[in-house]
């Protein structure tokens, strides 16, 4: 059995978003993926599931190149977002990431008010033509990420006085405010309840229809509820990629088998 | 019995204590599992016990003793031989030099116990006595002043015969008691914890009188001086013109003059400090590599461990002579603003060289301190790192490094030892930074190093002065306190 299979023999070539050859991460001395091979489509919700430590965070961080900022983080192999390499010399990161967005693990709202927030990203960008603009950019936004009858009468007040699970969907809006094509999720709900975790997928299950999105998850039910795809990851290898239904009822790979049914992790 | 040998004794005694209670602790029981505390708690225990309250009572007779014996000596001093409570001390101070040279002299072998007991003036010349041990006195001394110093050596004696007594019997009390109660059963650690906390609380207590030492110091000092001069005159005058006594005339003590030097010397300190400190902060915190940070924060630090004087000398011989020549008369500029190397600008740029480090090392500990989720989030969304930094970065720390320069802003007001060589000593109030002017802090030092009586307002002003900038460093401190508490909050 190999540890890797071909991404592209069991994904249809229609609308790849992200195409990734041979990814290899470093950090210093020890590899943390090894040659992964996966085609992320557009408009699915793809999720990466695996036990701690296999690498799924770090490959999401590849795909905006948040790993730059881990200055002993090395990347090899080959990238590709709508077929262009996004570790060429020439591409800039920080275009990069206004095309593919992040949300965190844990909620990280700046410490300044809830519209100030969502203008931060279509602000520094250049979105917005005048004022009124700006109001329609955050409006569409914090409705986009059902957030927008909750606090609409208090944008002015600081976001971070807002609960955990608003926190993580004002989070998610201000992603989509910078209207980017891919969401990358990194364990969007881990600090969430199960009520706010409900509302976070919902939000989840809407954004698929304009967005490429990518969650990390621990959570397989979460997995099998939300993503069209699933990869599973274990010890920095991609072993197994495939449509969601088919991996959690019918894996191939023995180890898959073994992390669903909760025999490894 | 001296003091340091008493205090080797009841530390024997403690050392004592430790191995015997620990050892009884653990004879007391078949197997030291069953002991309430771990033997060495035992140990601490009766240690603490001889050693705390015996070194108490030492310290505390060692203060009260010669207070007491001043008190029953001077009586013997005849009422008619001082005019006031003044030269009475004198007297006094005369009295314990001669005691003091009688106890060198016995020492020394140059005079026998009973002789120093029963020396009288008619017979021998003290003054010449004593001197050839080494001890020189004043004037020849006086028959009353001899039996008071004799009286006060043959008090001194008794007084610390009783007290080695005392305090070896306290110690070995407390060595006994504590001895008898060990026990397993006993909690010991319970007392050694207790112990532990009166400790701290002593040591904090200690910080919190001194401060209150200092205000109380400063607070009678002033009180007498506003009794001389008017406060009203003090805060409003315009003009700073002491007249020292012999000169005569009244003197002109208004501190706007020199309020005014020490708020324009600060406010260009800050404005080359806050800028220069700030930016370095955010490269060292946000865009160096571990290697350069680790070789350039040092190296920053170094400046805040410069002495101030040396900065004086700085300002005095390098940075004062380069302005003029190029602002001075014939300078780069030709405009001759400045008259001298001493102005307000000298000492400002100097104090501000010295206040980098102080807002950058500040910034930088702030700065670190804002959660890697801020950077995440707002690279996440596309921002570049000046954009990070000025909009996210910047504004979540702003409430601390608002208080970090206001913390430097109050070491400004209170240096000293910069504006005494780089300001000036002229007390002006004008707008040009060119001209010497001189501050609150350089006025308190010629005040009190000049040769005026110190009961003179021209000496006493100093106090006042000192308490004004007191009271605003507080009121800084305090400000910038309060704010940094409420950036706390906004983590939580």
């Known amino acids: ?265 | 019995m001296s003091p340091l040998w008493l205090l080797i004794i009841i530390l024997v005694l403690a050392i004592a204590g430790f191995v015997l209670g620990r050892a009884r602790a653990l004879a007391s029981v078949d197997d030291h599992r069953e002991l309430h505390s771990r033997p060495t708690y035992y140990g601490i225990n009766v240690a603490m016990l001889a050693f705390v309250p015996a070194a108490l009572v030492l310290g505390a007779w060692m203060l009260v003793q010669p207070l007491v014996i001043n008190v029953m000596v001077s009586g013997m001093i005849p009422e008619d031989s001082y005019a006031d409570a003044g030269a009475l001390s004198l007297i006094m101070s005369d009295v314990r030099r001669v005691a003091d040279g009688l106890d060198l002299a016995v020492s020394a072998g140059a005079m026998t116990e009973a002789e120093a007991g029963s020396i009288s003036t008619e017979e021998t010349d003290i003054r010449a006595r004593l001197g050839e041990v080494g001890v020189a006195l004043g004037s020849n001394v006086e028959p009353a002043v001899l039996a008071a110093a004799q009286r006060y050596r043959h008090l001194a004696k008794t007084g610390r015969a009783i007290m080695s007594g005392v305090v070896v019997l306290i110690a070995g009390a407390g060595f006994f008691i504590a001895y008898r109660q060990t026990n397993g059963q006993f909690r010991a650690r319970n007392r050694v914890e207790a112990g532990i906390l009166w400790l701290l609380i002593a040591a904090a207590t200690v910080a919190v009188l001194t401060t209150l030492g200092i205000f109380l110091s400063l607070l009678f000092n002033t009180i007498e001086f506003f009794r001389l001069y008017p406060a009203l005159d003090f805060f409003t005058r315009l003009e700073w013109a002491p007249s020292f006594s012999g000169r005569g005339g009244a003197s002109a003590l208004g501190i706007l003059p020199l309020l005014w030097g020490t708020f324009y010397i600060s406010l260009i300190a800050l404005l080359v400090a806050v800028p220069i400190g700030l930016f370095s902060a955010v490269y060292l915190s946000e865009y160096a590599s571990a290697t350069v940070r680790a070789v350039a924060k040092p190296l920053l630090e170094v400046l805040a461990g410069i002495p101030t004087i040396v900065y004086g000398l700085f300002a005095l011989l390098t940075v004062g002579p380069l302005l003029v020549s190029v602002f001075g008369e014939g300078g780069l500029l030709g405009v001759g603003w400045m008259q001298g190397g001493t102005a307000v600008m000298t000492a400002g740029l100097v104090m501000g060289i010295m206040l980098i480090p102080f807002v950058s090392s500040l910034s930088d500990d702030i700065i670190n301190a804002v959660p890697q989720a801020m950077r995440d989030g707002s690279y996440g969304l596309g921002a570049t790192q000046s954009e990070t930094v000025r909009k996210v970065i910047l504004p979540a720390a702003l409430p601390g490094i608002v208080g970090a320069i206001l913390l430097a802003a109050s070491r400004a007001i209170g240096e000293t030892m910069i504006v005494v060589l780089g300001a000036g000593a002229a007390a002006r109030m004008s707008l040009n930074p060119f001209e010497a002017m001189t501050t609150v802090t350089a006025k308190i030092v010629s005040q009190l190093t000049g040769d005026a009586d110190f009961a003179s307002p021209e000496a006493l002003v100093a106090f006042a002065l000192g308490m004004t900038l007191f009271v605003i460093t507080l009121g800084l401190n305090i400000l910038a306190l309060y704010i940094v508490r409420k950036y706390r909050e906004q983590y939580e």
């Not at chain 1, 041979?22 to 992964?36: L, M, P, R, T």
Request: hydrophobic share 35%; net charge negative.
């Open chain 1, 1 to 265: 059995m190999k540890d890797n299979l071909e991404g592209r023999k069991l994904v249809d070539q229609m609308d790849v978003k992200f195409k990734a050859r041979d990814v290899q991460v470093f950090y210093g001395e020890s590899q943390a993926i090894k040659d992964v091979n996966v085609d992320i489509l557009d408009k699915t919700v793809t999720a990466f599931i695996g036990p701690s430590g296999c690498g799924k965070t770090t490959f999401l961080r590849c795909l905006n190149r948040m790993n730059d900022t881990i200055p002993i983080c090395r990347v090899e192999g080959d990238i590709r977002l709508d077929d262009e390499d996004i570790y060429a010399p020439e591409v800039d990161p920080v275009q990069l990431r206004a095309r593919v967005g992040m949300v965190f693990q844990k909620p990280n709202p700046f410490p300044k008010s809830i519209y100030d927030n969502i203008a931060y990203g279509p602000r520094i960008h250049g979105l917005a033509r005048n004022k009124s603009d700006l109001d329609d950019i955050v409006e569409d936004s914090l409705r986009r990420g059902a957030l927008w009858d909750e606090v609409k009468d208090r944008l002015g007040e600081p976001g971070t006085g807002l609960s955990g699970g608003q926190q993580q969907r004002l989070c998610i809006a201000r992603a989509v405010a910078t209207a980017p094509e891919v969401l990358l999720m990194d364990e969007p709900c881990s600090a969430l309840d199960p009520i706010a975790t409900a509302q976070v997928e919902e939000l989840i299950d809407e954004l698929k229809q304009n967005f490429s999105v990518v969650i990390v998850t621990h959570s397989m039910q979460q997995a099998a509820r939300v993503s069209q795809k699933t990869a599973f990851f274990h010890l920095g290898n991609l072993v197994e990629y495939g449509d969601t239904d088919h991996i959690f009822t019918n894996p191939v790979d023995p180890r898959t088998e073994s992390y669903i049914t909760g025999r490894i992790g």
